[in-house]
Structure formats: structure tokens, C-alpha cells
């Protein structure tokens, strides 16, 4: 059993009430997170407001090393971290679960720890000097969801941190534990309020939308879905916040004729069921031309049969559960209609308890649930189409905007309906593969900003301008 405290002010802190977490391979309690209410947020924001006045001074050298250190602790924790990860979200230790969340969070955490905005001068001539400096914003709010929570607070609190920002970090109530680890293994290494987490159930007292009208907190990075981020933004606004908003994504892969469907049939099955679908940039349509579509029908289900789903702590299983109960029933909804409309391949029904083995079902269309809502789960829907002009309407009729892939041996083309889709991120020929150094969010109603590399470290600072 984890029982863990908040962290504030460089503090394990209890709450006067708790929530247990539990297990979605076994339903058993895995730990208890502390229940925040009103008053904590207050003293969680007040330790990051207090700790601002000397973190925001500090030269942009110890900003790096103090992120470096970071990223070495993270290290350091991996395979506990990967461990607690696992027991309260589900997703394996192995394939692309806990252990790789924790390679990556550690692999951004050194990247960002080594990117710098430094001061640049606009103008330096008889008429006068311009500098452009980018200052930090102050105390940011960072709000995460349950599908990647370590590598998604890392990308939330090391720009912030690595700017001259402080952080009060709320992860869901579905995995809150391994954040409160998280920060509490940062705070081994960064000064007392530099980073605060406080969790909560979101019953006792909305947490997330008292962040988002704190009058202290200068900057919301949230990412979650579509609806939440829209309530944060409302909320947000009154109080002038900044905002980086990372929302929900229902990206499209359109497969050309001309590609050999075995030798795209694993890129497609990870890019649509990596974490069980659960993953903001996952392929959660899969258009295919008529000429091929039968066979990469056939090659995918060939590839997706042979897929271990476990318990996330069997070191053979590749996939897991469903992440919780709420997704769960979201997804057997749209299976169950699915199943009326298109025909299945392979899957379609829920397995003990929160398992769905990976689904697959063809000659659906547009208008069928599974197609038009993002899924966010281990069910992928394929639809055939046979003129390239259509499929781009297809594809680009959505309001989300986040990923999207276009899969053909002809490069040049591919690329050519890729700059045609309308969502932040392209892939040609693989699906989903961010990275440190490209910046990634989403159009349309998939958010608003950037995460990742200068851009994405950008949007944790003010600009200010000095002429002289
Ligand atoms: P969610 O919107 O339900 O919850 C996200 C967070 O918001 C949680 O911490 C929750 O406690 C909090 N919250 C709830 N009500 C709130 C309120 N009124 N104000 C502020 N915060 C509130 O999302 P989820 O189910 O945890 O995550 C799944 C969604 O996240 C999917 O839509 C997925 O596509 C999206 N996502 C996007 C990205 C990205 O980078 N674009 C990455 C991961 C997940």
C-alpha cells in the first residue's frame, strides 16, 4: 500500500480526509491520496508564490543544473516510479508502458534542462537599442490526466521550472500517487515551494477549477479533454491566465494504394493501440483506399492477434486494462454500436473486469459513433474510401485537430496530403512519435499552444522589451 502525502512546501502533508486508488488489473486498493480541500490549494500556492521571489533570480545556469538534477533523480527512481505507475494505471511495465513513460520523462526532463531562451536584441543602431528578455510568468497551475501521468508532469513542470517558474501540480484522481512520488523525489534535489502537488477526488471540492480561478496562479497548463479545457479557459479568463491547453485528439491515417500492407501492419496497430488507445495522438480512425483495403484489413488483425494482454505487473504482458471504469463503459458503448454498423475483425467484447482486448472493426463510416468521438481506448474503427480529395474531407471534418498520418511509399505525395490535414502534428508512415525537440499541440479544439522544444518552453515566460 502507497500512502502519500501532498507535497507542500518541500513537506509530505496530509489532508484531513483521503481517497484510495485502485488497481484496474485487479480492482484491489493500491494506496491512498490525500483529499484537498480549499485551504490546501491556498497553502500549496502560497508556498510555490513564496518560492518564486528567490527561483525567479536565479541565473539561467542554475535553472539548467537544478533541471539536470532533476532529470537524474528521475533516473535514479525509474523502475520504483514505473512500479507505482503501473499499479494505479494499469499499463505494463514492459512494451511501450511504465518503464518507457519513465525513459521518456527522464529523456525530456534532461532535454528541457538544456534548452535556453536567452536575451535577444531586436535592434542596436544610432537610434537606440531593443532587447526582447522573456521573464517567468510566476506561480503556474498544471492539471494532468490519468494516461501518461509522469511523462505529462514532466512536460509540465520542467519548462515551468526551467524558466524561473514555480508549480502546484493537481493530477486526476486516477493516478495520483506516482505524481505525488514524483514531486516528492524532484523536491530531494530543488528548493522548499519550487514544486508543490496537491490531489483531490474532484467530489469533495473541484480542485482543478479552483486552480483555474486562483488570483495567484499566473499560467494554466492543462491537459486533458476537450470539454475540461474549455471550462479551465472560461474560468481562467477572468483572472487573465495564460494558458497552454493540451486537449483531446481524434487523429486520422489515410493508407494510399500503393503500400505493402504487412510491412505497415505493426506501425498501424502501435500507432492506434499504444497504451490501449488511451493516448491523446493515437490513430483513432484508419481510412484505407479500396484497392488495398481487404488486405490491410487482414494484415493488421494478423499482427493484432498476437498482441499479451495482462496484468500490468506480468513482465510478458504488452497491453493492459482499460485505465478505468468511466473509460471502460465509454468504450464498450461505442463497440457495442459499432458492432450493429460495421463488421468486427477482430475483438468486440470486454474481457474480466476492465480488460477489452484490441478491436477492430471495418466498413464503418463518418457518421457512426466510434468514428465521429474520440474512443481513447483499445477499439480502432476502419473505414474505406476510394478518392484521395474525399478522404482529406473526411479526415479534416472533426473539430479536434491533434495528429494524423498519411502511409505510402511515395514520400513526396504523402507529404503533400499531410500539409493538407488540418492538426498540429503529420506523420508519415508511423503514427504518434513525439519528440523533445518538435514542438507538439493540437488545432481546432485540440488546444491552444505548444509543448516541447523553444516554442514550447516559450509560453512559460512574458515577454518584456527594453529600449534604451
Ligand atoms: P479530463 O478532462 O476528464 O481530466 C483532466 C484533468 O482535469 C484531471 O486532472 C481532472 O481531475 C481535471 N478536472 C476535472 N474537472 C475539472 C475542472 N472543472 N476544471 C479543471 N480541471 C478539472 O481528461 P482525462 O479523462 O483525464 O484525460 C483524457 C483526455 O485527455 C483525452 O481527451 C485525451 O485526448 C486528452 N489528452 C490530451 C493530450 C495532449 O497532449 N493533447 C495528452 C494526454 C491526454
Not at 542554475?62 to 520504483?80: D, F, N, P, Q, T
Not at 536584441?121 to 494516461?147: A, C, F, K, M
Not at 486494462?321 to 457495442?336: E, G, H, S, T, Y
Not at 468486440?348 to 472493426?361: A, D, H, M, V
Amino acid at each position: 500500500m502507497s500512502d502519500m502525502g501532498m507535497i507542500i512546501n518541500g513537506e509530505r502533508t496530509a489532508a484531513a480526509a483521503s481517497f484510495d486508488v485502485t488497481n484496474p488489473s485487479t480492482g484491489d486498493v493500491v494506496g491512498t491520496a490525500p483529499n484537498a480541500t480549499l485551504q490546501d490549494l491556498d497553502k500549496a500556492v502560497a508556498a510555490a508564490k513564496t518560492a518564486f521571489e528567490t527561483w525567479s533570480k536565479k541565473t539561467d545556469a542554475e535553472l539548467a543544473a537544478a533541471c539536470e538534477a532533476v532529470a537524474a533523480k528521475i533516473g535514479e527512481h525509474a523502475e520504483e516510479l514505473a512500479l507505482l505507475l503501473t499499479r494505479e494505471q494499469g499499463k505494463p511495465l514492459n512494451g511501450l508502458g511504465s518503464r518507457f513513460e519513465l525513459g521518456g520523462a527522464q529523456a525530456w526532463a534532461g532535454y528541457t534542462a538544456g534548452l535556453s531562451l536567452p536575451m535577444k536584441v531586436l535592434q542596436d543602431d544610432n537610434e537606440g537599442r531593443i532587447e526582447l528578455h522573456r521573464n517567468p510568468v510566476g506561480v503556474v497551475g498544471s492539471i494532468t490526466p490519468w494516461n501518461w501521468p509522469v511523462m505529462i508532469a514532466v512536460w509540465h513542470i520542467l519548462p515551468a521550472v526551467r524558466t524561473g517558474n514555480t508549480v502546484v501540480i493537481k493530477p486526476s484522481p486516477y493516478t495520483p500517487l506516482s505524481t505525488l512520488r514524483l514531486v516528492e523525489i524532484m523536491n530531494q534535489v530543488l528548493p522548499a515551494g519550487v514544486v508543490n502537488a496537491i490531489t483531490s477526488d474532484d467530489q469533495l471540492h473541484n480542485i482543478g477549477a479552483a486552480m483555474a480561478a486562483h488570483p495567484d496562479i499566473r499560467k494554466m497548463v492543462f491537459t486533458g479533454s476537450i470539454g475540461t479545457g474549455k471550462k479551465v479557459m472560461m474560468t481562467a479568463a477572468e483572472t487573465m491566465k495564460r494558458l497552454t491547453l493540451e486537449l483531446g485528439g481524434n487523429d486520422a491515417g489515410i493508407v494510399l494504394p500503393d503500400v505493402d500492407p504487412k510491412q505497415i501492419a505493426e506501425g498501424l496497430f502501435w500507432g492506434g493501440f499504444i497504451n490501449n488507445g488511451q493516448t491523446c495522438a493515437a490513430m483513432k480512425r484508419l481510412y484505407v483506399h479500396e484497392d488495398v483495403y481487404e488486405d490491410v484489413c487482414s494484415a493488421l488483425v494478423e499482427y493484432a492477434r498476437n498482441i499479451p494482454v495482462g496484468d500490468g505487473l506480468d513482465e510478458k504482458s504488452v497491453l493492459g486494462p482499460i485505465a478505468n471504469q468511466m473509460q471502460f463503459d465509454k468504450v464498450k458503448r461505442l463497440v457495442d454500436d459499432a458492432k450493429t454498423k460495421g463488421r468486427v475483425l477482430l475483438g468486440g467484447e470486454p474481457g474480466e473486469g476492465l480488460y477489452f482486448s484490441p478491436t477492430i472493426i471495418a466498413d464503418l463510416t463518418n457518421d457512426d459513433p466510434l468514428v465521429a468521438e474520440e474512443q481513447f481506448g483499445p477499439a480502432l474503427p476502419i473505414i474505406k474510401y476510394s478518392d484521395i480529395e474525399e478522404v482529406i474531407g473526411l479526415a479534416n471534418d472533426s473539430e479536434n485537430g491533434l495528429g494524423g498520418s498519411v502511409w505510402s511509399k511515395d514520400i513526396v505525395k504523402a507529404k503533400e496530403i499531410a500539409r493538407r490535414m488540418q492538426c498540429g502534428s503529420v506523420w508519415i508512415n508511423k503514427h504518434g512519435a513525439i519528440q523533445p525537440n518538435a514542438p507538439f499541440g493540437g488545432v481546432k479544439s485540440s488546444g491552444l499552444g505548444v509543448e516541447f522544444g523553444e516554442e514550447g518552453l516559450a509560453e512559460y515566460t512574458d515577454i518584456q522589451v527594453v529600449y534604451s
